[in-house]
């Protein structure tokens, strides 16, 4: 009988720990894994920086896939000519190397690198 009394104390004690929150279960969301960065080059198609809460251009690259990228002027580092730059720095026709990460969908670049041009007077 002094068995049973302690099996029923546990669970008792067991019950109000749960019941006060002090055990509790915890969900894992999508949004708590890492976010993965991905690394592209081509040549921007087209650029849109209309709006300048979140300018877009379209990279043809390598592979001839056209892809969307959003430029979050916040967070997004670009480079070019050896200074930091602007997203109206980008022209139609650059090369580029970046990097993004997708968010609710979208691809947002994290640091964009536009390639520098050589006339064929450097190249010698």
Do not use: H
């Amino acid at each position: 009988m002094a068995k049973n009394i302690k099996v029923f104390v546990i669970s008792l004690v067991i019950a109000v720990f749960i019941n006060q929150g002090c055990v509790e279960r915890k969900e894992v969301s999508i949004k708590t894994l890492p976010i993965t960065t991905i690394s592209v080059s081509g040549s921007v198609v087209s650029i849109n920086i209309k709006d300048p809460s979140s300018p877009t251009f379209e990279l043809k690259t390598e592979q001839n896939e056209k892809i969307s990228i959003i430029i979050d002027p916040s967070s997004t580092f670009i480079w070019k000519d050896g200074k930091v730059a602007r997203p109206s720095n980008i022209k139609k026709g650059d090369v580029i190397s970046l990097t993004y990460e997708m968010k609710d969908n979208k691809k947002v670049a994290k640091s964009i690198r536009v390639e520098e041009k050589y006339s064929k007077k450097d190249k010698k």
